[in-house]
């Protein structure tokens, strides 16, 4: 975490102090008002002097003017404070983010959301609460001051509040908890079948699913309702509760006035004092879901950020040498492994084919060679340096990655080659894109380089998002290149380039991992490692685990 979200997403002891101080003036400033009552009844109407009403007003006006202010100052320091805290942490949450998504294989947005949830708690309103809260002795204080009886009605009042909001906290908790378990579950879910409309469209699932996802609403919903049902009936519970001592002090008032034991000043006073000792247990009873699950996300964060902050060893420029010893890996959701006790070396500069049958582990592996997957056991190890030594940026810098897909983010052509870099020179994604001989296909586009692709613009080919995606992989001229399936969408002159692309890096001395299903592409490395079982079953020369004639074009899934 840099010293900037430090500052800001650790709340400030003095920032905190002084809320404190300002929240001190004005609940003593409250106290005016009650005054101001108990003043005109039994000084103003017995004596009936303008002069001393006048005096009053002025007073009154002066010092409620300023409890005022100073409650817009407070509102506007803890606003403009949660704007901070987000602005300042936005990065960092977006990179927690990012890496969520990574290790659990699925779109992961938790560390975003758990920002917003604590600008929102520390923005609101209900936050003054806490503040209030510790001088709510003070007006239990001056309720006794004005009749014992009256500091034990409402010490009383506020006891049974107290007691109701804890009685909210206990009995809600378990639910709350299941249901957000439940609705992540249904989100996910939601999130993975509408980013698969085409399949469901072009296979008729649509009805399936929507009665599918129709029961998987009632099921997320059941706990939540239920946790919201009984909040609800507390809250009106202790609303009904507060009218009611409402009631009970003006009672209490009036029969101390009959009695002649306080003045009839006291009737406004007192009620007044009452809702004001009330109204912070009132307000935790309300706020104290929203408070929990800002704490719950301040202490999220803090942990994915710790974890951020474990900077790791900024290395020279890699050389694209890989060792492998006794690594196992395995997908984030499944306990049984999908490739075990894997040991090779990859010399720098060497190009590398991974073969075997669909399943078998080719991408997981490739994936694990950029620290996409991580080992469950073993290591991987990049001129000498395990992948957590190394810092992310760093590496990616120095790395090439083209996917099966080729998918492309939303954004501008010129954008995706030169990987959203800001300073970016026009000559070095032209070179990249040329390089990639996908230069001229892009200028065939409605707005050329400037094309806007991704969710938010034209929608591409599979073929002509793999060839910009060999232009991205390109262009910080990496020293790794690794090419899963880069094939799987060319038409022939795409292979053609393809082939064109892999004889440059090999020209350039970088490191080439390439998965693929075809001689023609193959041919061009000089060693392979051919996966079964779950283990490498060969290593060595192209030529020699492939058993055939480098020109004969074919899958290599029914070869091995």
């Known amino acids: 975490m840099d ?11 003095t920032l905190a102090v002084f809320i404190a101080a300002i929240s001190m003036v004005v609940n003593v400033l409250f106290l005016v008002v009650p005054l101001f009552s108990m003043q005109v009844f039994d000084r103003v109407l017995t004596s009936e002097s303008y002069e001393t009403l006048t005096m009053l007003i002025i007073i009154t006006f002066f010092f409620v003017s300023i409890q ?3 409650e817009w100052i407070r509102s506007q320091i803890t606003l403009r404070y949660g704007y901070r805290i987000q602005e300042s942490c936005s990065a960092l949450a977006f990179h927690a983010s990012l890496k969520q ?6 779109i992961h947005s938790q560390a975003l959301s758990d920002l917003e949830r604590v600008r929102e708690t520390v923005a609101s309103p209900g936050i003054f609460a806490l503040f209030d809260a510790p001088f709510v002795p003070i007006f239990l204080a001056t309720m006794y001051l004005m009749h014992p009886h009256l500091g034990h009605f409402a010490l ?3 006891i049974v509040l107290f007691a109701i909001s804890l009685l909210s906290m206990i009995v809600t908790k378990r639910l709350q908890e299941r249901s957000s378990k439940n609705k992540n579950v249904f989100n996910a879910l939601t999130s993975d079948w509408l980013g698969n409309a085409e399949i469901i469209s072009a296979l008729g699932m649509s009805q399936n699913l929507i009665s599918k996802r129709s029961d998987e609403a009632i099921n997320s919903t059941v706990d939540k309702a239920n946790a919201d049902n009984l909040l609800r009936g507390i809250m009106s519970l202790s609303k009904y509760i507060r009218m009611m001592l409402q009631v009970g002090i003006l009672a209490v008032s009036v029969l101390l006035v009959l009695q002649n034991e306080v003045g009839a000043g006291v009737l406004i006073a007192a009620s007044m004092i009452m809702a004001r000792v009330l109204s912070p247990v009132e307000q935790a009873i309300h706020n104290w879901q929203h408070w929990v699950e800002g704490w719950r996300s301040h202490q999220r964060l803090n942990e994915v950020m710790v974890s951020l902050e474990q900077d790791r060893v900024e290395l020279p420029k890699i050389s694209g040498d890989i060792s492998f010893d006794n690594v196992t890996l395995g997908h984030p959701n499944v306990e049984k492994p999908l490739l075990e006790n894997l040991s090779f070396h990859i010399p720098a500069g060497t190009s590398v084919a991974i073969v075997g049958t669909s399943g078998v582990g080719k991408s997981t592996l490739a994936k694990a060679i950029l620290g996409l997957v991580v080992p469950r056991l073993g290591e991987i190890r990049i001129d000498g340096a395990t992948l957590n030594q190394i810092q992310r940026e760093q590496f990616g810098h120095q790395v090439g990655y083209v996917s099966q897909n080729g998918k492309l ?3 501008t052509i010129a954008q995706n080659i030169c990987r959203f870099e800001e300073n970016a020179l026009s000559k070095d994604i032209v070179d990249a894109a040329k390089l990639a001989g996908v230069h001229e296909m892009i200028l065939t586009l409605p707005n050329g380089y400037q094309t806007l692709v991704g969710s938010l613009g034209v929608r591409l080919s599979g073929g002509q998002q793999q060839r910009i995606a060999m232009a991205r992989a390109l262009y910080t001229k990496p020293t790794l290149l690794v090419l899963d399936e880069p094939d799987s ?15 440059h890096a090999k ?15 193959l041919k061009h490395t000089t060693l392979a490692i051919a996966l079964n079982g779950g283990k490498i079953e060969k290593i060595g020369a192209t030529a020699e685990i492939l058993g055939l004639p480098s020109s004969k074009v074919e899958s290599i899934g029914s070869a091995l």
């Open 101 to 106: 998504s990574l290790a659990k294989n699925a």
């Open 409 to 411: 983010l939303a954004g």
């Open 507 to 521: 020209n350039k001395s970088v490191t080439v991992v390439v998965i693929s299903h075809r001689i023609s592409i």
């Open 489 to 503: 969408s060319l038409d022939h002159q795409g292979q053609s380039m393809l082939m064109n692309f892999l004889a």
């Open 156 to 158: 009383a009042g506020a």
């Open 68 to 70: 005022s202010i100073l």
């Open 3 to 13: 010293n900037k979200s430090r500052q800001y997403f650790s709340f400030s002891f």
